[in-house]
């Protein structure tokens, strides 16, 4: 063995190693390498630690359920200030005229960001 760099297979001094185990990091030549969820895992020892390591680390990248949060909170943030401002723009519509008809505008445009945002969270489960 040299230095700790794994160039031979762990079990098998003699054979040069053709990658390292995500979970022991011991080098592994072709006959002792597993795929498993496309990182090498010593065969029939560690297959499913890696497997383990693989989906932990998916699920931490992903992180859908605080996106899914995040997509509901917006929605339901323009949500209402849309129901306000639209509602505000019809109450006043007799007399403010266009500049309550532009409230009405942006209450729509506020409604309707606040469907987009459910939709895209929605995508999350
Ligand atoms: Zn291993
Ligand atoms: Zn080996």
Redesign the pocket.
Known sequence: MWNGENLNCFYHPASPAVGV??????G?CSECAAVADDVL??KN??ED??HQLEQLTARNLFQSKRVRSVYMRNAIFYGLVGTVFAGFGVWQLRWLGLQAALFIALGIFLLYAAIANYLEGRKYK
């Open positions: 185990c995500k979970y022991c990091q011991r592994l895992a010593c020892r560690h630690e890696v």
